[in-house]
Every structure is written in C-alpha cells, then in structure tokens.
C-alpha cells in the first residue's frame, strides 16, 4: 500500500508475479509499516505480510534536501576469470542523486512537496570465450584432438572430386582443403581471432576478451 492506495501490479504468465507499480525514492518516505497476518479486513486479499508505506509531506516551515550516492570499481575487486586472462576489470560507475522540497502553499492548510531522483549507470562487461584457431579455420585439428586423444572422422560422403568418404578418418587429423566448403569458410573468416595469448594449453580454453559499455 502507497499512501493508502493499492501498489501491486499482478501480471499471469506461469505463475502469478507481484510487483510494484510505483517505487518512491528512499527521501521522499516518511515512514513504512510492516503488518503480519492477520489484519484488518479491508487490507485482505492474500495471507502473509502487508507494507504499508507513507510518503512525506509538506509543512509550515520550508525544508530540502540534496543527496548523491556514488559508486566507481576503484574498491571493486576482479574476478577470477579477468585475473586468470590478464585482463582488468570493466568500468562501474554509478550516480544516484535527487532532492525535495516541502513547505506551506497557504498556512495551516494546504502545503506542497516535491521530491525527483536519477540514477545514471555506466558499466562495462567483459566476456570471455573460445573462437577458432587460424589453423582450425584451415581445417587444422591436430592440436585439439591430440590433447584429448581423439581422431577426427568424416560425416559425409564427398559428391564431388575424391575426399576420405564417409566414416574415414581424417589424416592427422586435419581436414584436406578440398573437403572445406567455401561458403562455410566465407563465413569463419568473419569471425575474430583469439586476442590472449598466450592461450590456456591446446584446446584454447577462454582465448577470447570481448568488452562492452552500458548506460
């Protein structure tokens, strides 16, 4: 309850989700009320808890307020993964910031109060993840399937020009160029190589950084 006035936004999908509607800044609550079942009957509707919340009001006298909380990564500490590549960790820099005002419109009878709040958010992430080798993008898996000891085998049957046919292994583990689609190796060449080296042993576990910013 805000002010009186039913706060609750319910929305059905596989289960029934309660949200707010409206979310007040911290500076403009004057007080909050948290009642346990059971309470009065003209605050049913469902068992368990009811949050009564009262927002402030103007008075006689004139009062404002100014207020900022800022965060940055300066006291933040990396992860593990970052730190483990060699990369740094992504900007995080965080303003919430407002102010109110309240006082008499005509004394002893009607008042104002206006409260406003902002919050600005910049914050870098940073992904890390495997991509092909420029050797596997040739057909080249010779260091891969040594590290697990396995051996790359043909799934199809070449239609056109001699390949290794169907269920053959491939020599050395590596694909001959003429069994390489061109379209397919039109499509890998768009795709960036790994940028830290150097990479995590033969099967270029997380060899890949990529950093985005958000506001």
Do not use: W
Not at 33 to 52: C, V
Not at 151 to 179: A, E, K
């Amino acid at each position: 309850m805000l002010d009186g006035v039913d706060n609750n936004s319910v929305s059905t999908n596989v289960q029934e989700l309660t949200t707010q509607v409206a979310r007040p800044s911290v500076d403009s609550i004057q007080e909050f009320k948290i009642s346990t079942n059971p309470y009065s009957a003209e605050n049913g509707r469902s068992p368990g808890s009811l949050i009564s919340v009262t927002t402030k009001g103007g008075t006689n006298g004139f009062h404002g307020a100014l207020y900022e909380f800022h965060r940055n990564r300066v006291f933040d500490a990396n992860n593990f993964f970052l730190n483990r590549a060699g990369r740094d960790k992504g900007q995080n820099i965080q303003n919430q910031f407002g102010g109110n005002a309240g006082g008499p419109i005509v004394k002893d009878r009607a008042f104002f109060f206006f409260n406003y709040e902002g919050t600005r958010i910049r914050k870098g992430s940073t992904r890390l993840g495997n991509v092909p080798t420029a050797n596997e993008i040739r057909g080249d898996f010779s260091a891969a399937a040594a590290a697990v000891n396995r051996t790359l085998y043909s799934p199809v049957i070449d239609q056109v020009g001699d390949c290794v046919g169907r269920g053959n292994p491939f020599p050395g583990n590596i694909i001959p160029d003429r069994c390489l689609d061109p379209v397919a190796q039109r499509i890998l060449s768009l795709v960036p190589g790994p940028n830290i080296t150097p990479s995590s042993g033969p099967l270029n576990v997380k060899q890949f950084s990529a950093g985005a910013q958000h506001h």
